[in-house]
């Protein structure tokens, strides 16, 4: 059970996970950020031979890093020079952490200087760490569509 699950006992969800991931990302858009993303994109035929019977593709995100993040209305694939694979599904999802999973705990607390620590948020500020029960799915180069999908993962976690 997600903690809005726990928080919200018997009442339903306002939004469809695939809405509310639209709703992220054209907010964004609208404001003229997240120049990376793009709400209902044509996925070339290799992302189209891994979707599922009724599955539809709602937004891609071009990292900086050259992959290819396609968001459906229920998984999240990543596209790396044709190879194309599933990285979750929306209902594993446990958490969402912006740049590392112990950034907080461990990871700031070893930067000795403001510099460094400016540096280290500069090098990292669009990778963001989704929780899944027993691993993390790092997703890196984001620029600046890392809030509407850092939110987005938040909001179903």
């Known amino acids: 059970m997600s903690s809005w699950e726990r928080r919200n006992k018997g009442v339903a969800r306002q939004f469809a996970t695939a809405e509310q991931l639209r709703i992220q990302f054209r907010k964004w858009l609208q404001k003229g950020r997240a120049k990376n993303a793009e709400l209902d994109p044509q996925p070339p035929r290799e992302v189209v031979s891994h979707l599922e019977a009724g599955e539809t593709v709602q937004i891609r995100v071009d990292s900086t890093k050259g992959t290819h ?51 280290f948020k500069q090098d990292h500020f669009d990778r963001l760490e989704i929780e899944l029960q027993g691993r993390c799915v790092a997703l890196e180069g984001l620029d600046q569509a890392y809030i509407p999908i850092l939110r987005f993962f938040q909001w179903i976690a």
């Open 69 to 119: 993040y396609w968001f459906t209305d229920g998984r999240l694939l990543g596209e790396d020079v044709g190879d194309v694979r599933e990285l979750l599904r929306f209902k594993d999802v446990v958490a969402a952490h912006w740049m590392f999973k112990d950034l907080w705990e461990s990871r700031l607390k070893h930067l000795n200087t403001g510099a460094a620590t400016a540096r």
